[in-house]
């Protein structure tokens, strides 16, 4: 089953007073009700599920706080932790970690930023990779995809538009109130003129890596799908190039496209 996900809409503007004021409210919430809210917890994850229960309920807690720092230090991570062209701090809905995973894929950390990745990665094995979020709601910093995989005696569909050097896969974006599926079938029917049969569809992975044409710091993030498709396979509206490509031809497509290259080789389905 495709599920339909949230459209990104950016943070409404708001009176600068009620900001402060609903920020007030938040503290004196916080510190009045928080410890007993606390302790309540501790109690009933113990009595519930016993250690782990509680280990659950504390991580849940370290997430919350650590999204927390990412919008409360945003400012001073991104002057101390990045480069100028990084992936900001910031995201409400991230962790520090994840975005510091991301500007070391980017290899956009500062010697600071690089320090502290090593001192995590001594306490966790590559914590800040393991830790982005490929689940958060999309930002003007994520340009959020999908694309359709499909492969044939070991090589993958891929397309040229007109104008453009590399290729890729088959997919877009999704319009406003779109499930993925519905997405899909629209992309691909406009882009190869065949049909996707929807009850086959398949999830594959997200990947994310740097966006194609777009200054450092922009993600494209692709959420892929296998299905089968009814009809002849041929370019239509944008596309001046349909191709059959092998691993080998990994150098002729995007970045995220690597990774999904990548990905289907070490799989033995690209060969």
């Known amino acids: 089953m ?4 949230q ?5 409404r503007k708001v009176n600068p007073f009620i900001g402060i004021l609903l920020f007030l409210i938040s503290i004196v919430l916080l510190v009045v009700t928080g410890p007993i809210g606390f302790v309540y917890g501790l109690f009933h994850s113990l009595s519930t599920k016993g250690l782990r229960g509680l280990g659950e309920y504390l991580l849940k807690i370290a997430i919350s706080i650590d999204q927390l ?3 409360m230090m945003m400012y001073l991570l991104n002057l101390l932790w990045i480069k100028k062209e990084g992936y900001l701090f910031g995201n409400r809905d991230e962790t520090i970690s994840s975005a510091l995973g991301r500007n070391k894929q980017l290899d956009t950390l500062t010697g600071f930023g690089k320090f502290i990745d090593k001192v995590l990665d001594i306490i966790d094995p590559n914590h800040s990779l393991n830790s ?5 709601e999309p930002s003007d910093q994520i340009i959020d995809k999908l694309a359709w995989i499909h492969l044939e005696h070991g090589k993958i569909l891929s397309t040229r538009s007109k104008g453009k050097v ?8 999704r319009e406003v109130g779109e499930t993925d599926g519905q997405a899909l079938y629209r992309e691909i029917k406009e882009e190869l003129s065949v049909d996707l049969q929807l009850p086959t569809l398949k999830f ?16 494209v993030r692709m959420t892929c799908y296998f299905g089968n498709y009814a009809g002849k396979l041929k370019p239509d509206a944008e596309i001046e190039e349909m191709v059959w490509l092998r691993y080998a031809d990994r150098d002729k497509v995007s970045k995220v496209d690597e990774l999904i290259f990548d990905y289907l080789h070490n799989k033995g389905l690209l060969l």
């Open 7 to 11: 459209v990104y809409q950016a943070d």
């Open 132 to 136: 982005i979020d490929y689940y958060i």
């Open 69 to 71: 720092g990412n919008v």
């Open 2 to 5: 495709i599920i339909k996900k």
């Open 166 to 173: 590399n290729y890729y896969i088959p997919g877009g974006k």
């Open 204 to 219: 594959m992975g997200i990947f994310e890596a740097q966006a194609d044409g777009h200054q450092p710091g922009i993600f």
